[in-house]
């Protein structure tokens, strides 16, 4: 399977996440704005992937010349929540002083850890859900996209999925089509449906009823930004499904790689979240849904306080705050 970013003939290919599951098609991005506006539109998105897009954007840069610190700091703020952007950008930059290969060779090595250290944190992960939860087979609930398409391969959340699955321990995954930009509907649904692993597409305000019937066994999701104290950013909705999860006894479990986690922020209220255009929410689809110039709150992740979290998982194991 190929990645979800990676580098070819001096360019930063991506499958483009904003045409599936309808199109499965790639872009070649040439220059630091094609790659910002691609990370700005989404066209590639989650945390580890976006780590990838900021380490390929700084090769980018050194290979063209000019004002290198200048384009990556432009790349690293292109989105504000995913610490791993910025994370990305500065592990390429320390290394500009050796030059322009010296760059690129280093955004390569961070895309080939990348599906190692998820294979091992979901491998982790795994284990600590096969222990909280008794029932067999599994069925687990997903949020937004933490799978193959969200980091460069194999995925977070999902990847646990992947481990799970390979053992004939998933029954099914309830997927959270994920309001307003539907990276469940569209990304998590068509992973899972090329894995063979049988899944039902829900409404994001149906996860507590789901809980509620007894039907969701453990909440597996991915995170944007983790503290150093464990509280948790990630896809807007994450926070509601976590108390949701508490009230019904469920366990939620995080996984992710340590480029995830913040340790300078002790927690979670200094985690700056992304507030996305009105037109997310004012439009279905090109077509307005509400009276014109609604005003909209509309952002992109919330911070779920560790207090809610059965484990945080990243390639280390469960992460103690
Ligand atoms: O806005 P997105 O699609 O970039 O948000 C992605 C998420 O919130 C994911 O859950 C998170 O990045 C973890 S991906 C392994």
């Not at 979901?122 to 909280?132: D, P």
């Not at 799970?164 to 998933?170: D, F, I, P």
């Not at 029954?171 to 998590?188: I, K, M, N």
Request: proline residues 5%.
């Amino acid at each position: 399977m190929r990645r979800t970013i990676d580098w070819a003939d001096g360019a930063v290919v991506i499958i483009d996440q904003t045409a599936l599951p309808g199109e499965y098609r790639l872009l070649e991005l040439r220059t630091v704005d094609e790659l910002v506006d691609a990370v700005k539109r989404l066209a590639v998105r989650g945390a580890p992937a976006l780590g990838a897009a900021g380490a390929l954007g700084v090769a980018l840069a050194a290979r063209r010349g000019g004002d290198v610190e200048q384009a990556a700091e432009v790349i690293a703020t292109a989105r504000p929540t995913a610490v791993n952007l910025a994370w990305g950008v500065q592990r390429a930059l320390g290394k500009l002083g050796e030059g322009a290969d010296a760059v690129l060779a280093e955004a390569l090595a961070l895309l080939d850890e990348d599906e190692r250290l998820n294979k091992t944190a979901s491998r982790h992960a795994a284990e600590i859900v096969l222990a909280e939860c008794p029932r067999r087979p599994l069925r687990l609930l997903s949020h937004c996209n933490a799978g193959r398409l969200a980091t460069v391969g194999w995925g977070t959340a999902l990847g646990v999925v992947w481990h799970l699955h390979e053992r004939g321990l998933v029954e099914e995954v309830l997927v959270d089509e994920t309001r307003p930009l539907l990276q469940g509907a569209r990304l998590t649904a068509w992973e899972l449906a090329q894995a063979a692993v049988p899944y039902r597409v829900q409404p994001d305000s149906a996860a507590a009823a789901a809980m509620a019937r007894g039907l969701v066994d453990c909440v597996l999701v991915g995170a944007d930004r983790i503290a150093a104290n464990g509280d948790v950013a990630n896809k807007i909705g994450t926070y509601g499904l976590a108390i949701a999860a508490r009230y019904h006894g469920v366990p939620f479990v995080v996984v992710a790689p340590s480029s995830t986690v913040d340790s300078k922020l002790g927690d979670g209220a200094g985690i700056a979240i992304e507030e996305r255009d009105a037109r997310e929410l004012t439009h279905y689809a090109g077509v307005p849904i509400t009276p014109p110039d609604a005003d909209v709150f509309n952002p992109a992740f919330d911070v779920t306080p560790y207090d809610l979290v059965t484990a945080v998982v990243t390639e280390h194991g469960r992460l103690t705050p």
